[in-house]
């Protein structure tokens, strides 16, 4: 298996505009995590699902952020409109069941 | 409620040198206890679990950890580092409702000199 894929790799856009990020989670895993990292904050926990359905969202920080799920092997995380503030690491994880979490590279974004 | 506690910002080590990276947890059920490593610019790689029986779990990369109980500790060691060791180590706690969900530590970063 190819593991976690993430793209884009590297994402530059200007504030106010919606950036998306995808993810394909490791074939047959039923858990998939967004996690966002920044120098400041450290490795925070945004947004789960199970099975494809959306089990915590407690850590998206504002409704401007928005996931979904809509298959097994496809996830994509939305900020609309972006801010500078966003500015991040995402990473994307996959398990399955309770086992150990695989992780994506990683996508950095920055908003200028 | 769970917390994982890395009290060390940066561990500094000679090559050939042990290092031990410290990891304190909180959980109020039995810990399941995970160690990651991040390299520049790439995600996190998984280099060890406690889960159940002994208390010395070895890891990828000749990296090892020592479950203690009665010290809530799971620290990470290696016997001899190696200057590719350097990078930003995060110990993980996996959330009481098994769902899989993991709470790391703020992350430690390690930097061995030759």
């Known amino acids: 298996d190819a593991g976690v894929i993430q793209s884009p790799r590297h994402e530059v856009t200007e504030m106010g505009q919606e950036v998306t990020l995808r993810c394909k989670p490791i074939?047959?895993?039923?858990?998939l995590f967004w996690y966002r990292q920044t120098m400041m904050r450290g490795l925070e926990l945004l947004i789960y699902?199970?099975?494809?359905?959306?089990?915590?969202d407690s850590g998206m920080p504002e409704d401007r952020f928005s996931a979904k799920m809509p298959n097994a092997s496809f996830s994509t995380l939305k900020i609309q409109p972006s801010e500078p503030r966003d500015s991040a690491v995402y990473f994307c994880?996959?398990?399955?069941?309770?086992?150990?979490?695989?992780f994506g590279q990683g996508t950095r974004l920055t908003v200028v | 409620a769970q917390s994982v506690a890395q009290p060390e910002d940066q561990v500094n080590v000679a090559e050939g040198n042990p290092l031990t990276v410290k990891c304190t947890y909180s959980?109020?059920?039995?810990?399941?206890l995970f160690w990651y490593v991040q390299y520049p610019n790439r995600g996190l790689q998984f280099l060890l679990k406690?889960?159940?029986?002994?208390?010395l779990v070895k890891g990828s990369y000749g990296f090892e950890a020592e479950f203690n109980k009665s010290q809530t500790s799971f620290h990470l060691k290696k016997p001899s580092a190696l200057v590719s060791d350097s990078a930003l180590y995060f110990c993980?706690?996996?959330?009481?409702?098994?769902?899989?969900?993991?709470?790391f530590g703020q992350g430690t970063t390690l930097q061995v000199k030759p």
């Open positions: 994880a996959s398990n399955l069941r309770s086992r150990q979490a695989f």
């Open positions: 699902f199970n099975n494809n359905v959306p089990i915590d």
């Open positions: 959980v109020s059920g039995n810990p399941y």
């Open positions: 074939s047959g895993h039923d858990y």
């Open positions: 406690y889960i159940t029986g002994d208390n």
């Open positions: 993980a706690v996996r959330d009481e409702g098994n769902t899989g969900k993991l709470i």
